[in-house]
């Protein structure tokens, strides 16, 4: 886990790093492992802090990174959530994958999902894998990035 010195500058760097933004709530921090760490708020202005398909999430939460990583001199993973919608994502995706398997299954026709970030591929190659009846498979470049899932043989 990480050093309460260093757990302290960290929480301290992420507010004032919000306070910045104008986030006047209380910022919950979570240590997952010995290098992550969970943030997460809730703001009136979600979508201002959220963007299209999460994409401002995605590189605010980038943008943290790298200020802690300067700070503490060392890699750490971040998991910023802003009013839940990681987690409401995430039961959506888990949805998607399911009924995205299930047709792939029935017309023995591959899939294709639309584009997603990494952190979406790894919930529907989760959400799939302990299913014998399809399998998916990430194809594409940079934000092309995508997945398939085809039946199996």
């Known amino acids: 886990m990480f050093r309460p010195s260093e757990t302290e500058k960290i929480k301290e760097k ?6 910045f ?8 921090f979570e240590e997952i492992n ?15 802090f959220i963007g299209e398909r999460g994409e401002t999430l995605v590189e605010t939460q980038n943008l943290i990174k790298k200020i ?3 700070e503490t001199g060392r890699h750490l993973f971040i998991d910023l959530d802003i009013n839940n919608y990681k987690e409401k994502k995430a039961k959506y995706l888990e949805d998607l994958a399911r009924t995205a398997a299930d047709q792939a299954a029935l ?16 919930i529907i190659h989760s ?10 498979q990430s194809s594409g470049r ?7 899932i085809y039946p199996a043989s």
């Not at 992420?14 to 306070?19: D, G, N």
């Open 14 to 19: 992420v507010r004032k790093f919000f306070s």
């Open 21 to 28: 933004l104008d986030v006047d709530s209380p910022i919950k």
């Open 34 to 48: 010995s290098d992550t760490i969970k943030i997460s708020f809730w703001v009136e202005e979600a979508p201002f």
């Open 68 to 70: 802690l990583a300067k």
């Open 107 to 122: 017309t023995k026709k591959p899939q294709a999902l639309k584009p997603m970030w990494a952190w979406e591929r790894r």
């Open 127 to 136: 959400a799939l894998a302990e299913r014998q009846d399809v399998y998916s």
């Open 142 to 148: 940079g934000h092309q990035r995508h997945i398939v």
